[in-house]
């Protein structure tokens, strides 16, 4: 289980910008974070993630404090995806890959037939083995979103932080990323994804909605896009469309939308 509870952050000489903030993302479940620019998102993965210290509340990460596993056990736990990962230079992106196997080698230990396993994998299923040998550098934002995915998942966490990871892909790569992230809390791992479009939300299990550092709603991500909070928080800006099963958010430009 990863567990958010009453989570409270300032950072220095600014107002609160996390309020109270609880969460829980057990195996299997993915659990897509939304809300305005400035409501706290990203303030809220790098507490998860221990590269804050909360001022109140905690993280637990399998009921133990987030900040008290070293960090190759917490590397064998959880993966990040930042929305602009930096990388090492020079490195091929199979070079980039099996850099996630690094929370799981010793000091001393060579790569086995397992960390193999898990680099072929994560590079099948993001699609990126036909870039193996190019450079990073030398990539479309797309194909680097997915290398560093594939690096992310080389890791074979067990819980999965994305920061709007749809940013930057083309429709197909959109939707295979969102069928991915299906199939991988699937097989039970926990997943936390930020989304800056919320029709993207629309793939995962629950949706929880910031506002001001505190949760405005959460529930089944089709609930939560189409609630009272959720309109209010976009300052009713926001057009409903329902199309057969489906349901689609757009901003509302004209007076005649509803
Ligand atoms: P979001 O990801 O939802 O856009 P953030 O967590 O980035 O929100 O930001 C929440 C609030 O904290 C904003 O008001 C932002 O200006 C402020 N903030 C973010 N990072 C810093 C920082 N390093 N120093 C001071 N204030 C920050």
């Known amino acids: 289980m990863l567990?958010?509870?009453?989570?409270?952050f300032?950072?220095?000489g600014g107002a609160p910008v996390l309020n109270g903030v609880s969460l829980t993302v057990a195996p299997g479940l993915w659990l897509a974070v939304l809300g305005p620019n400035g409501?706290?998102?990203t303030t809220l993965l790098d507490l998860m993630l221990g590269l804050r210290r909360p001022q109140g509340?905690?993280?637990?990460?399998?009921?133990r404090d987030l900040r008290?596993?070293?960090?190759?056990?917490?590397?064998?736990?959880?993966a990040y995806l930042p929305q602009n990962s930096p990388y090492p230079a020079g490195l091929s992106v199979l070079e980039?890959?099996?850099l996630g196997r690094l929370p799981h080698l010793g000091l001393w230990s060579r790569e086995g037939p397992e960390d193999e396993a898990a680099v072929s994998w994560a590079m099948r299923v993001t699609e990126t083995k036909e870039l193996a040998n190019r450079e990073l550098g030398e990539l479309s934002g797309g194909e680097r979103q997915r290398v560093m995915l594939a690096r992310a998942l080389a890791q074979r966490p067990r819980y999965l932080i994305l920061d709007e990871?749809?940013?930057?892909l083309d429709l197909h790569h959109q939707?295979?990323?969102l069928r991915l992230l299906g199939r991988l809390a699937g097989k039970g791992i926990g997943i936390i994804s930020v989304f800056h479009d919320p029709n993207h939300a629309l793939a995962a299990g629950r949706a929880l909605l910031l506002m001001k550092g505190e949760v405005a709603d959460a529930g089944t991500p089709e609930r939560v896009v189409t609630g009272p909070a959720f309109r209010e928080v976009y300052s009713g800006d926001v057009s409903v469309l329902h199309g057969g099963a489906r349901v689609a958010v757009l901003p509302r430009w004209s007076e005649v939308e509803r």
């Open 10 to 12: 300032a950072y220095p």
């Open 3 to 8: 567990e958010v509870r009453d989570l409270r």
């Open 68 to 78: 008290a596993w070293s960090a190759a056990e917490r590397g064998r736990r959880l």
């Open 165 to 168: 990871p749809t940013n930057h």
């Open 39 to 41: 409501s706290g998102k």
């Open 57 to 63: 509340g905690s993280v637990l990460l399998e009921g």
């Open 96 to 98: 980039i890959v099996r």
């Open 175 to 177: 939707a295979a990323l």
